[in-house]
Nanobody, 119 residues
Framework: QVQLVETGGGLVQAGGSLRVSCAASGMIFGIYSMGWYRRAPGKQRELVATITNGGSTNYADSVKGRFTISGDSAKNTVDLQMNSLKPEDAAVYYC?????????????WGQGTQVTVSS
């Protein structure tokens, strides 16, 4: 089992910045990637950004150039720096990890942190 705990989030005005962080604990050996998804009211959960243990990153088109994901393998943390926030970025942001467990990939999720962007 992997436990993911998010911190950060909150309320920010449009155009502002916010940072969310996630710390992984438990069976962290074998984690291949970590990242962030989000779910806005009435919408499906969507990818925001991920980073692999090799440092490869992947971003949703909607956040490219504004959001930056970074990871610290020594601390088992992943951060998402969000700049130039827009009202449409408002959502619950979920930390995500993907781990190889011998015979299959297993996904883990945090409980989520709210990001609210006022216009």
């Amino acid at each position: 089992q992997v436990q993911l705990v998010e911190t950060g989030g909150g309320l920010v005005q449009a155009g502002g910045s916010l940072r969310v962080s996630c710390a992984a604990s438990g069976m962290i050996f074998g984690i291949y990637s970590m990242g962030w998804y989000r779910r806005a009211p009435g919408k499906q959960r969507e990818l925001v950004a991920t980073i692999t243990n090799g440092g490869s990153t992947n971003y949703a088109d909607s956040v490219k150039g504004r959001f930056t994901i970074s990871g610290d393998s020594a601390k088992n943390t992943v951060d998402l720096q969000m700049n130039s926030l827009k009202p449409e970025d408002a959502a619950v942001y979920y930390c995500y990890s993907k781990r190889w467990e011998g015979t299959k990939w297993q996904e883990y999720w945090g409980q989520g942190t709210q990001v609210t962007v006022s216009s």
